[in-house]
């Protein structure tokens, strides 16, 4: 049987102000190279990773 490891999103870096809400601490960017300065900041100092969801926004997931 495989077991999944379910990671908890920690923070979002997005583009899109409409396009995310819920109980993660949010960071808006200005442009994309903003975006993957303060996610590459933000997962060395949460010791996360991020993943990019392809919509204008990364999570940081503590896996």
């Known amino acids: ?22 109980g993660a601490p949010i960071f808006f960017a200005r442009d994309e190279e903003e975006q993957q300065k303060v996610a590459d900041y933000l997962s060395r100092i949460l010791d996360a990773t991020a993943h990019d969801l392809g919509n204008g ?7």
């Open 1 to 22: 049987m495989n077991e999944q490891s379910v990671g908890t999103i920690l923070a979002i870096v997005t583009l899109q102000m409409n396009m995310v809400g819920g």
């Open 57 to 63: 926004s990364l999570i940081l997931v503590m896996h």
